[in-house]
């Protein structure tokens, strides 16, 4: 693989009760356990949360980028982003789902490039075979 680009972030303090900082600043995060974790929630951010938001960005734009090669607009459009965590038989996993909305383009039109984009989308490539995505075209 080629490196197009490096992000860098470190965690301290009590790992999801701690803290998060990019290498550059621009994320400067405390974390919080989740109530449906047994923990205080509150008004701050947890790892799934960063996931489904890099997830979702990341998913949106290999969608604009599928659609640009179609010569599709896709005005208006977005992706969603649940995270799932539970308890498998070796521990925890993940399971992810994305919600593609794409108003004024006909569904079949919408489900080929949401497809496409999974194929190209470095998330969807780093999970493949790891934790189950599911697409959901709305």
Known sequence: MKVLYTAEATATGSGRGGHVRSSDGVIDQ??????????????????????????????????QLVAR???????????????????????FGLAVTLTVTVPGVERSVVE????????VCPYSNATRGNIDVDLVVA
């Open 30 to 63: 405390p974390l919080a356990v989740p109530t449906g974790l047994g923990g205080p929630g509150g008004a701050a951010s947890n790892p799934e949360q960063l996931f489904a938001a890099g997830y979702s960005a990341c998913f949106h734009s290999a969608l």
């Open 69 to 91: 090669q179609e010569k599709t607009a896709i005005d208006g459009s977005q992706v969603a982003a649940a995270v799932d965590l539970g308890k498998t038989d070796a521990g």
């Open 112 to 119: 080929a490039l949401t497809a496409k984009a999974h194929q």
